[in-house]
């Protein structure tokens, strides 16, 4: 029997504001367990929240970019629940009208489908605070740091059927509001997490089956697991004639596996209802527009300039507008050094390759812009050759390096001198014979073994269009 998986996802991001969504609070990460928070945030008797007006404009700039109808009247509702680490037991979001709504993000899997996936809302509401167990000492206390950090939750319609919808709808999103700068979206920090609402049906059927929610992922590799394996667990359990349970499941990512936390709340368990402590929000049209005029140029745009622009290949310009940090990176280093394509070539090959094999964004890398025009033009000059500059960048890709300063301090000027690079090819004709009598026998790619070796001799800072113009010359006289 063929089965489909059906998703939607609620997608929670803090937003990148200075303050607090109702108190004047600082929303930094870290900082000492419940040094961040004051009686507003933690509810106490007697105060009132006011809206920081900044939250507002980023949740209206997350849904102009996602192409959402924007509520010009809205306002906030009580959602009451009780967990030790939301001290008022309830809070303070947006139900009944929402700020934003319809909207659309298209996207293209890796395998090249292309699709919309529809935005059923787009809400603001507060964060709670966090848990921190001690498995030591058996006990749990709560940091309350977090409270009344201001969230926006993206809902979407149940339109993913794969993992790899999933991960392309979440990169969209997480580069688009990078772009907009609305948040960081550093999902290690907590600053964007996903619910995944998962349910399977027959292939064909139109009827929903029953879905579970799995809480509160923050990366895209235990997301595309937790999916794999909630669908296979869900299938299983039909097939052997059981019922799926609505239920809330959390994923244990050393294990690879979820499992049952609580069963699923509907919304009428929250008791929703006007938050009587703030008024509605009208947005006008003088608001509205300013707010839209304020929006960056994004990532598709981004793009299709750098293709027309700089000439670049669309799969570079892709690949580089993917993170707004590359993009930055990529401009800052264009405007120094005046070489698109090299400084895209440099992005593509040593870059790209790094920051894999380092498992970080661009965004947290300390290579600067400065450093990589510099070597360009180093390069460019041959005061340097390319392989030697490689070796410079994974120094540089580490540490804030005055390139041109290690450069003379090490002594890794290029040699071009062609009378001491004839010497040196000289030497390693006359002690690897073997190789030159391959070479005269037709093995061509003997000389590339003999261009090695004068390169080994110079220490890797040979010049190699000198070296090999020698080489040549000795071997075919």
Known sequence: MAWETVMGLEVHVELAT???????????????????????????????????????????????????????????????????????????????????????????????????????????????????????????????NRCGVPLIEIVSEPDFRSAEEVIAYLTKLKSTLEYLGVSDCKMQEGSMRADVNLSVRQAGSEEFGTRTEMKNLNSFKAIAKAINFEAKRQIDVIERGGKVIQETRRWDDNKDKSYAMRSKENAQDYRYFPEPDLPPIEIDDQWYNSVKDSLPELAEAKKQRYISEFSLPEYDANMITGQKALADFFEETTALCGNPKEVSNWIMGELMRKLGDEGIEAKDMKLTPKALSTLIGLVEKKTINRNKAKEIFAIAFNEDLDVEKYVKDNNLEQVSDEGLVLEIVKNVIAANSKAVDDYNSGNKKAIGFLMGQCMKELKGKGDPGVVNKLLNQELNK
């Not at 109702?22 to 929240?49: A, I, K, W």
């Not at 900044?54 to 209206?60: D, E, F, G, K, P």
């Not at 959402?68 to 009208?97: E, V």
């Not at 899997?109 to 030591?136: C, N, P, Q, V």
């Open 18 to 144: 200075k303050s607090k969504i109702f108190c004047s609070c600082t929303t930094e990460f870290g900082g000492e367990p419940n040094s961040h928070c004051c009686p507003v945030c933690t509810g106490m008797p007697g105060t009132l929240p006011v809206v920081n007006r900044q939250v507002v404009n980023y949740a209206m700039k997350a849904g102009i970019a996602l192409n959402c109808d924007i509520t010009r009247y809205n306002k906030f509702d009580r959602k009451n629940y009780f967990y030790p680490d939301l001290p008022k037991a309830y809070q303070i979001s947006q139900l009944y009208l929402p700020i934003c709504r319809n909207g659309r993000v298209p996207i293209e899997t890796e395998s090249g489908l292309k699709k919309d996936i529809r935005i059923h809302e787009i809400h603001m509401e507060e964060d709670a605070g966090k848990l921190i167990h001690d498995e030591f000492n058996d006990e749990t206390k709560c940091d309350y």
